[in-house]
């Protein structure tokens, strides 16, 4: 909960009668999501200056998404209880975020529990309830036709939000229906269903393959994973993590260190699974701040941090003459073993298995992408062949 401002006492109080009254408005908000300029946090900037020059108070009540099958929304949710007559004067609720898993026929029922307070509803349509919406279809069809004739884009990829969000099925219809006004295809292969919640961010479990092979799971235009949105790369490189395991033993000297960094490396690979293994439910109960972040796979650069400190490590053992041919001959083999894999489409045809329980068709997609897979496991391979043969030279 984020409070601006001082509420002042009740009028008529001994300490109030020499203060002017300030009123004091809820906003009901899911995440507050105070980096990276998310949505949230500029409604929050906006409320919060005109709240300044009206002379009000400012309570944001940040929970959750109302209904959102997570095992911790009860418990966030909560906090939308203390919401009360005799604490506030009004209430704003952003109901555009707030309904992205329940959708909006379970909002009135929500809001009911807030009267006699005003209430005003901002993304969505209450019946009987003040409403302040964006114009969605103007919005997305002046965004399809700048595309098309400032940039002269033809195939045009649109990021839906969940199949509940009543803003976000607008917005799907406003693309189909700017696309066929224009004359584009709306090819399906083309619609891409993103998620408002945190398992929108989690680092897919088939994308762990990228720290070795960025192209498994496509690079940009080419990515068919499950997160709709993919503009990095989790690739850390083939000597990088050949160096890495070399320094997961070592000088008998470093080893408090060496097992600082291995742990460091074992806690921040399975944060940035999130919710595809059950450590993640510990970290959300246990580390202050959890909640404030959408995306568990931001600990990819922790990841990175500790790859790089155990390749250090591991490097000195290489100069020191450490690392045994056993080592070195089965990186090797490992690398030939994956490079072959990738040549003959093993990657690919299991790329189709885990894409088949997607809600959305990947498989031109992942066909189109066997060619980068094949490339790149050469590529890793060589990179490995070279480090093992300068380590054995």
């Given amino acids: 909960m984020t409070y601006i401002g001082a509420r002042s006492r009740a009028p008529g109080s001994a300490i109030a009668s020499s203060r002017t009254w300030r009123r004091t408005i809820a906003v009901l908000l899911d995440y507050m999501n105070f980096f990276g300029g998310a949505y949230e946090n500029h409604i929050r900037a906006s409320l919060d200056q005109k709240s300044r020059e009206l002379g009000v108070n400012l309570i944001i009540f940040f929970g959750r998404d109302l209904y959102e099958p997570h095992f911790a929304c009860p418990a966030h949710n909560a906090i939308f209880d203390l919401i009360h007559p005799d604490r506030v ?181 399975l944060w940035s699974l999130g919710g595809f293994t059950p450590f993640y439910h510990i970290v959300y109960a246990l580390v202050p701040g959890t909640k404030f972040f959408r995306a568990p796979s931001t600990m990819l650069m922790v990841v990175a941090l500790a790859t790089a400190v155990l390749a250090a490590l591991g490097t000195e053992r290489a100069l020191a003459g450490g690392l045994t041919r056993r080592y070195l001959v089965g990186w090797v083999i490992a690398g030939l073993v994956i490079a072959l894999l990738a040549i003959s489409g093993a990657f690919t045809s299991i790329a189709h298995a885990i894409a088949a329980s997607f809600p959305f068709d990947r498989e031109a997609v992942i066909d189109a992408n066997k060619g980068a897979v094949a490339l790149g496991g050469l590529r890793s391979f060589h990179e490995c062949a070279i480090i093992c043969g300068c380590a054995i030279g």
């Fill in 89 to 269: 004067d009004g209430v704003i609720a952003i109901s555009g975020v707030l309904t992205s898993s329940c959708g909006a026929e379970r909002l009135p029922a929500f809001l009911e529990r807030y009267q006699p307070l005003p209430l005003c509803s901002v993304g969505v349509p209450v019946a009987g309830v003040p409403s302040l919406l964006v114009d969605n279809d103007l919005g997305i069809n002046n965004v399809i036709r700048h595309l098309v004739s400032v940039h002269g884009h033809r195939r045009i990829v649109f990021v839906s939000g969940p199949a509940q969000s009543p803003e976000s099925q607008t917005r799907l219809r406003a693309y189909h229906d700017a696309v066929k006004a224009i004359g584009l295809p709306a090819a399906p292969e083309l619609i891409v269903e993103g998620r408002f919640t945190q398992r929108g961010g989690y680092l897919a479990i088939e994308e762990l393959l990228n720290v070795y092979l960025p192209q498994f799971s496509g690079i940009l235009e080419d990515y068919w994973g499950r997160n709709g949105i993919h503009f990095h790369s989790e690739y850390l490189g083939a000597a990088t993590l050949l160096l890495a395991f070399a320094g997961f033993v070592g000088d008998a000297a470093r080893k408090g260190f060496r097992r600082f960094w291995i742990g460091v490396l074992v806690v921040s690979v």
